[in-house]
């Protein structure tokens, strides 16, 4: 049985997210059985005192909080494929990817050994959360910005464990303009999932909660629908 998603608009390991981490240990059983592994590869193009930050805010939270923590040193293609990382993902019950860039995470982690043992982590009722960058991967595209003449990105495929959707973290906080242009230039199968920092959504058996301080966006083709923290939704994910 699939376990938990959750997508995080901003705000990883920090304080204002305490009440929904300690809702996502309590999907594993609560803390005292919650095994925690952080993967903070998505900053490593942001250099290794970056990552060892993430790595550091990781365990100290999620610590706080009374859940066994480890982290997970993914830097390259070949750390993905190392077998003895491979077992440390392996043996959490919580993965938690940190934010950073996302096109140098998806591009990490594609077709590895530990991203197939993320995968088995939720296929068997895990928890499975990423924050920004991390969210992002998690969507069926993934924006990129476009390096030719033309229009200014692409989508781009992601891991689409929510199918058909595209995932924008750090929604209220954006320019508005951008975002507007995003919206007209969905492909009509598309779904946008606008989440606000310090703000997630989290999947359970009724569909999604969003959960937080503030709210998420659900927007397809002309339409558009906003739900604030507490407020479940249902995404139509047909194409």
């Given at each position: 049985?699939?376990?938990?998603?959750?997508?995080?608009?901003?705000?990883?390991?920090?304080?204002?997210?305490?009440?929904?981490?300690?809702?996502?240990?309590?999907?594993?059983?609560?803390?005292?059985?919650?095994?925690?592994?952080?993967?903070?590869?998505?900053?490593?193009?942001?250099?290794?005192?970056?990552?060892?930050?993430?790595?550091?805010?990781?365990?100290?939270?999620?610590?706080?909080?009374?859940?066994?923590?480890?982290?997970a040193p993914?830097?390259?293609?070949?750390?993905?494929?190392?077998?003895?990382?491979?077992?440390?993902?392996?043996?959490?019950?919580?993965?938690?990817?940190?934010?950073?860039?996302?096109?140098?995470?998806?591009?990490?982690?594609?077709?590895?050994?530990?991203?197939?043992?993320?995968?088995?982590?939720?296929?068997?009722?895990?928890?499975?959360?990423?924050?920004?960058?991390?969210?992002?991967?998690?969507?069926?595209?993934?924006?990129?910005?476009?390096?030719?003449?033309?229009?200014?990105?692409?989508?781009?495929?992601?891991?689409?464990?929510?199918?058909?959707?595209?995932i924008l973290?750090?929604?209220?906080?954006?320019?508005?303009?951008?975002?507007?242009?995003?919206?007209?230039?969905?492909?009509?199968?598309?779904?946008?999932?606008?989440?606000?920092?310090?703000?997630?959504?989290?999947?359970?058996?009724?569909?999604?909660?969003?959960?937080?301080q503030r709210?998420?966006?659900?927007?397809?083709?002309?339409?558009?629908?906003?739900?604030?923290?507490?407020?479940?939704?249902?995404?139509?994910?047909?194409?």
């Open positions: 049985m699939a376990g938990t998603l959750a997508l995080v608009g901003s705000g990883e390991f920090l304080e204002r997210m305490r009440g929904v981490d300690a809702q996502l240990l309590a999907r594993v059983g609560g803390a005292a059985l919650a095994r925690v592994v952080i993967i903070p590869t998505a900053s490593v193009p942001d250099g290794p005192q970056v990552v060892a930050r993430w790595a550091e805010l990781g365990r100290a939270h999620f610590s706080s909080l009374g859940a066994a923590v480890d982290v993914i830097a390259t293609r070949a750390d993905a494929d190392d077998p003895a990382i491979v077992v440390r993902i392996a043996a959490a019950n919580v993965v938690y990817f940190s934010g950073g860039r996302p096109g140098f995470l998806r591009a990490t982690l594609k077709d590895t050994r530990a991203w197939a043992a993320v995968r088995a982590v939720y296929d068997q009722g895990g928890v499975l959360a990423g924050c920004s960058a991390g969210a992002m991967i998690l969507g069926a595209k993934l924006i990129a910005p476009r390096l030719r003449l033309g229009w200014p990105w692409r989508f781009d495929d992601a891991f689409g464990l929510v199918p058909n959707t595209l973290p750090h929604y209220d906080a954006g320019p508005a303009p951008l975002f507007a242009l995003v919206r007209r230039s969905l492909p009509p199968t598309l779904t946008l999932l606008g989440i606000d920092e310090g703000t997630a959504l989290i999947s359970d058996d009724h569909g999604w909660l969003v959960a937080g709210g998420v966006e659900v927007a397809r083709a002309a339409q558009r629908q906003r739900y604030l923290s507490g407020e479940r939704l249902v995404l139509n994910e047909a194409p």
